[in-house]
């Protein structure tokens, strides 16, 4: 017989305040970023000037719908706070919201990689078109990357606080 008594696997933080906090904070973040992405990406499409290959709009239209995935998990997350507030019962229902992150944050990989291959070939392609300025193109990465990281953030910390079915 073992000495000690079987003892479950240690849980992650599961603790309601902690984990609507969480939740509040990175459903706000990830909507604003969401909200921001989508602005720079129309922002971007205005800025180009007159000639640019049309591929370039494909790209802003991948780095748009990374953004709309971020405000999906942003209002996903804020859901997830407003019912543990609520001091509902967690039921399977309500843990989708952790499905629900990581299908955005892959969203937003392969919307973004995707975008930024565009980039990368409209870059290449200037000698049939008006050659993309390297600011905007730099801008429409470093969005990419923003709404990339952010994603991750927001899938990584609440599939950790929020508890499972």
């Known amino acids: 017989m073992h000495p000690y008594p079987a003892v479950p696997p240690p849980r992650w933080n599961t603790d309601p305040d902690v984990a609507a906090r969480t939740a ?3 459903g706000a973040v990830s909507i604003a970023l969401g909200l921001g992405a989508c602005l720079a990406a129309g922002a971007f499409g205005i800025a180009a000037p007159h000639g640019v290959t049309v591929f370039f709009a494909f790209s802003l239209v991948f780095i748009g719908c990374s953004g709309l995935a971020l405000l999906i998990s942003g ?17 399977p229902q309500a843990a ?5 992150v990581l299908g955005m944050w892959l969203c937003t990989v ?9 980039i990368a070939a409209v870059l290449g392609a ?4 008006t050659p ?17 990281t952010c994603g991750g953030l927001v899938s990584f910390k609440l599939r950790r606080r929020l508890p499972r079915a």
């Not at 392969?110 to 565009?118: E, K, Q, S, Y």
């Open 75 to 91: 209002t996903g997350a804020l859901g997830a706070r407003s019912h543990i507030r609520a001091r509902r019962p967690w039921t």
């Open 96 to 100: 989708k919201v952790r499905t629900l």
């Open 24 to 26: 509040g904070t990175l």
């Open 126 to 129: 200037s000698e049939y078109s």
């Open 110 to 118: 392969v919307g973004d990689a995707l975008g930024c291959l565009i």
């Open 132 to 148: 993309l300025p390297v600011a905007i193109a730099v801008g429409t990465i470093v969005v990419a990357l923003a709404t990339t």
